[in-house]
């Protein structure tokens, strides 16, 4: 009788040391941390488009009816909008019409003027991160602490001007349930998206906040690298680019 043996390797591929990903063990979960959160921001934003697209455009205002931009408009203007059906649960609404507030310039038509505004304060904090981790590689705490500042400041502003203009939207009447603008999942699908993205800024916020203390601290010139900065870039760099979505689907399409 023959016997016949194999013999298995148990040599790994990879032992230890290096990491073929050349890159650490945080940066890694955190790209994978981000990218299952890319699904669930890709999944909710599927999801409106669906629904979005679902309804037909509003029809343009007539001459007669146009609103101008930097036009005055009256308080009842939504009111107005509906009795013309601009604003109809039969149609999507226009963005333009929905968001044309500003703060401190009531009665004024600047559509879509103060969500660029935010817009433009997360992509500055944005920039301020990147020159933040750029600092860190260079080892400067003094200039990762400057930067970071920047960075929670912009990412406060964009949190206080996104509870500013859900307070409108609420004053407006608008909940989960209704909206007077036009169908009642314009304004659920408004008000979970942005809140879920404004979570996300929230925790960013307290994320660089936690950072700031420690390079003030002195805690990573002593390990003797900040990449705990550039892992906490990465997180708010990935809530910048979802803001481009978010602000395409709900403000611009």
Known sequence: MTTNSTTVSTTNTWSGGRSPFNVSYGKLMMWIFLLSDAFTFSSLLVGYGAVRF????ATPLSAEHHVKTLS???ENFVDEMQKIGA??????PSPDLV???FPFLHGIH???FFVSLMTFILIFSSVTMVLAVEAGHRKDRKKVEVYM????LGGLAFLGCQAWEWTQFITAGCNLESNP????????LF???????GFHVFSGVVLNFIIYLNTHKGTYEKRGHYEMVEKVGLYWHFVDLVWVFVFTFFYLI
């Not at 679902?54 to 455009?57: E, I, L, Q, V």
């Not at 008000?191 to 993205?197: E, Q």
């Open 54 to 57: 679902s309804y037909p455009s």
């Open 72 to 74: 005055h408009v009256h």
């Open 87 to 92: 604003f109809s649960e039969k149609h999507w």
């Open 99 to 101: 968001f044309n507030h």
């Open 110 to 112: 600047l559509p879509l």
């Open 149 to 152: 500042f920047y960075t929670i």
């Open 181 to 188: 603008f036009g169908p009642p999942q314009f304004a659920t």
């Open 191 to 197: 008000f979970v998206v942005t809140g879920f993205h």
